[in-house]
């Protein structure tokens, strides 16, 4: 049993508010190295987790996945990092390196999903995490960790089914929303070579749309402009979750177009458009540790940056409160100030 204390921000039960709890560190495995957080993203999965949507939420639950910091301690067999690296961490902390998605280089989809997710046992907001050290990513040089720490998720999030589908003729893409996604796809996908398109029900985001590499601007909820997208796309980036009409996004595809979903939206779909235009729908979860590796580094070299709002960890329920709100623009970042507690 581990003698190191960790301090985190709990939640106790559905939906409640996250309150300081103290709990033993995990044992650290021989692959395993602890990560002392200094920066960790707040994301709609964790507010997802909190709220148990998925009905696997251990409670008490502490949420975070977007983890930057520094190794405290390294594990016996780990010869990659020493007690100091910068590092990141992203949804995945875990895999069972057995099955044969494992076994294929493709961890994300690893048949234990469940118990893959980084806060098993506990997450990022917090002073500590443990996790699988192939899980663990150096920081590129002078990448500030709070956009480091939003690139972990919302970043190879649209980055992997983007990379997947750039190819040397230059394709058409629409972003279905404006967000903490939508404003990271539109930059991967301007620097990807793809002309952009920004579909959005909030007219006000144009400007900003504009800003982050969008080519054109469409208000999803003006018929008018809609119909001037008809036809336009390859592929179609869903990255909003509420209020979408599918079957006006799914006339924006081009024959054979792709729609990728991201996060989680409720869709229901008209199947006709889908097999007279032979469309095809699919997900996209995050990315490999190759995809993460050369996602942060292409992030770098394009100097794509997320939008960020930076308040103490000790907000966090003020932060999440934001969230749920969708008043974030567009991403918030925790700085720890739990170590001051924990010491103080």
Not at 49 to 70: C, L, N, R, S
Not at 104 to 119: I, R, T
Not at 228 to 238: E, I, S, T
Not at 294 to 320: H, T, W
């Amino acid at each position: 049993m581990s003698t190191l204390k960790v301090m985190g921000y709990a939640a106790k039960g559905v939906r409640q508010q996250l309150e300081l709890y103290e709990y033993p560190s995990p044992e650290l495995g021989e692959n395993d190295v602890r990560v002392s957080i200094t920066h960790c993203g707040v994301c709609h999965t964790d507010i997802h987790a909190i709220d148990d949507y998925y009905g696997v939420t251990p409670y008490p639950f502490v949420p975070g996945h977007e983890i930057v910091g520094h190794i405290a301690v390294v594990g016996p067999a780990v010869v990659s990092f020493k007690a100091g690296d910068r590092v990141a961490v992203g949804w995945q902390g875990h895999a069972c390196m057995q099955c044969e998605w494992c076994l294929k280089g493709e961890p994300q989809l690893c048949m234990d999903v469940e118990n893959c997710g980084v806060w098993i046992p506990y997450g990022g907001f917090a002073t500590s995490v443990v996790v699988d050290h192939r899980f663990v990513y150096p920081l590129p040089q002078g990448m500030p960790p709070e956009d480091a720490a939003v690139l972990m998720c919302a970043g190879v999030t649209v980055y992997s089914p983007l990379r997947s589908h750039a190819t040397e003729e230059k394709k058409s893409v629409g972003v279905v929303g404006v967000g903490g996604l939508g404003h990271l796809a539109l930059q991967f996908a301007h620097a990807l070579g793809y002309q952009v398109t920004a579909i959005s029900s909030s007219p006000g985001k144009e400007e900003h749309a504009l800003a982050f590499g969008a080519d054109r601007f469409v208000h999803s909820k003006d018929r008018s402009s809609m119909r001037q997208v008809h036809y336009a796309f390859d592929m179609l980036l869903c990255t909003a979750n509420h209020g979408l009409d599918w079957e006006e996004l799914l006339l924006t595809l081009k024959k054979r177009g792709k729609l990728v979903l991201l996060g989680f939206p409720d869709i229901t779909l008209n199947s006709t458009d889908i097999v007279v235009h032979e469309l095809s729908i699919s997900g996209s979860f995050v990315g490999n540790p190759r995809t993460m590796r050369e996602m942060l580094a292409f992030a770098q070299e394009q100097g794509i940056q997320p939008m960020v709002e930076l308040m103490p960890m000790s907000q966090v329920n003020a932060a999440l409160q934001r969230l749920r709100k969708n008043k974030a623009r567009y991403r918030i970042v925790l700085v720890n100030d739990l170590i001051d507690i924990e010491q103080g």
